[in-house]
Nanobody, 117 residues
Framework: QVQLVESGGGEVQAGGSLRLSCAASGVTFRWKAMGWFRRRPGKEREFVGSISNSGDTTYGTSAMKERFTVFGDNANNMVNLQMNSLKPEDTGIYYC??????????WGQGTQVTVSS
């Protein structure tokens, strides 16, 4: 059974930084991508960014790309999200996900990120 566990969330003041990490276990196949999503209060789930098994990165919006960076260790089935210049509107639950065949099939439990003003 594939399991994804996020870590690194917490509370930070506006302008600060956080690095989220996701470790996947039970992966016995070659995955296509690992990525990050978030759900902010009162809003729909958003795609934040991802990295493919070939190292290509994708971001949900240009604004996210300006402040967030996705990087990982493919050999160890890990992905990270470096978040800089955090804003209160970044507050939410951040989820790690893994795609095996082209769809986001596996999900972590999420980690809370709170940015205070």
């Amino acid at each position: 059974q594939v399991q994804l566990v996020e870590s690194g969330g917490g509370e930070v003041q506006a302008g600060g930084s956080l690095r989220l990490s996701c470790a996947a276990s039970g992966v016995t196949f070659r995955w296509k991508a690992m990525g990050w999503f978030r759900r902010r209060p009162g809003k729909e789930r958003e795609f934040v960014g991802s990295i493919s098994n070939s190292g290509d990165t994708t971001y949900g919006t240009s604004a996210m790309k300006e402040r967030f960076t996705v990087f990982g260790d493919n050999a160890n089935n890990m992905v990270n999200l470096q978040m800089n210049s955090l804003k209160p509107e970044d507050t939410g639950i951040y989820y790690c996900s893994l795609s095996r065949t082209g769809t986001w099939s596996y999900w972590g439990q999420g980690t809370q990120v709170t940015v205070s003003s």
